[in-house]
């Protein structure tokens, strides 16, 4: 879930209206529906006004957005896997050269 379904999440968890959420944090109603439309995303100041008022930890609020630039992996073991580095393919000998390093040089 990214940060502006988030917070809608967590406002009416609440059982807060946009106009009172903006007035517990010092901006107007239209903020924080922008926010709640991911128009715009708020401050970090903001933000952990929200985790106080709403009383999670600043991560709830945020970590999607975090997670949302997933992590690739792959195996050097998978033999169907065609690995890159800048844009360029890693010839087998570099591949082999990768495993003995990793091994511990055996």
Known sequence: MD???????????????????????????TTVASWEQGRNKPLMDKVQKMATIFNVPISEIVEEEVDNKKTKTADLADEDTVFTYEGRQIPPEDLEYMKRLLRGGK
């Open 3 to 29: 940060i502006s379904n988030r917070i809608k999440e967590l406002r009416k968890s609440h059982h807060y209206t946009q106009a009172h959420l903006a007035e517990l944090l010092g901006v107007k109603p």
